[in-house]
């Protein structure tokens, strides 16, 4: 006997929005988690070591700014999907400079069986990514399966294609570039493409108005800080002319 799901009401998409527009923040504990990620995942990719790599996974917060690109598309918000592209973009970088790097630092590396096996992009990989983009979008959406979402996490395999990215560019390995980008373009794109199909089904542009006044709150806050920080250069800037001032007048005494 199927069962059908409970309605979802406006107030609980206005709340899946914002849980999703706070965690997808570009906030200092956002890129902190994805550094610390990209060095587990790194890791474990250089040792051979599958469960060090999931490790890293769980704590990727990089899903979430997925998924706000696709609440973007859904509710046709152009902001909110320049907001996400960015991140994913910075996000890309972190993580394949990180995976550079701690190549580099690592001694006696090698290309292990699990960095090529996140090199080689195909059909499979897609459907693991979209099947796991709708479960991740839909507990997302249902509050009942919350805690599920970092089991999801897991499957979709965003980290570690560009942990081996950052890796095969420290042994200037271009099969395995060009494989664990591809693959991880492929697993964007299931993901983004199974997200859109929940978000749609689930009539998120009924609450565009609500995501609009996040946007634009985020927004405010940001402009605030930049004025606090301008504020702070100049008040700085005019503390060192004034002890510069000070110093002159100081030294043109003496002289007299």
């Known amino acids: 006997m199927l069962i059908k799901p409970d309605k979802v009401t406006k107030k609980r998409k206005r709340e899946t929005f914002e849980k999703l527009f706070k965690d997808s923040a570009p906030s200092?504990?956002?890129?902190l988690m994805l550094v610390l990620s990209a060095i587990l995942v790194s890791i474990g990719l250089l040792i051979n070591n599958s469960i060090v790599i999931i490790g890293g996974m769980l704590v990727a917060p990089i899903l979430f700014s997925v998924l706000s690109f696709s609440m973007g598309i859904v509710v046709g918000d152009i902001k909110l999907m320049k907001r996400s592209g960015e991140i994913i973009l910075q996000s890309l970088l972190i993580v394949v400079v990180v995976s550079l790097v701690i190549s580099f630092l690592t001694i006696d590396k090698?290309?292990?069986?699990?960095?090529f096996s996140y090199a080689q992009p195909s059909?499979?990989?897609?459907?693991?990514?979209f099947f796991s983009g709708l479960a991740a979008a839909y507990s997302l959406v249902r509050p009942n399966l919350s805690e599920k979402f970092s089991g999801v996490a897991i499957s979709v395999s965003l980290?570690?294609?560009?942990?081996?990215?950052?890796i095969a560019f420290s042994f200037l390995d271009f099969k395995v570039i060009a494989g664990s980008f591809e693959l991880f373009f492929l697993n964007?794109?299931?993901v983004i493409f199974a997200s859109l199909i929940v978000f749609?089904?689930?009539?998120?542009f009924e609450v565009k108005d609500s995501i609009e006044k996040e946007i634009k709150a985020e927004e405010k806050i940001f402009q605030e800080e930049e004025k606090?920080?301008?504020k702070e250069k100049i008040e700085e800037l005019t503390k060192q002319v004034k002890e510069?001032?000070?110093?002159l007048k100081e030294k043109k005494n003496i002289k007299l």
């Open 28 to 31: 200092y504990d956002f890129f």
């Open 110 to 115: 090698k290309l292990t069986l699990e960095i």
């Open 123 to 129: 059909l499979a990989y897609f459907l693991i990514a």
């Open 159 to 166: 980290i570690p294609p560009l942990s081996a990215l950052g």
């Open 188 to 190: 964007l794109i299931g």
């Open 200 to 204: 749609s089904v689930f009539k998120f």
């Open 228 to 230: 606090e920080k301008k």
């Open 244 to 247: 510069a001032a000070k110093i």
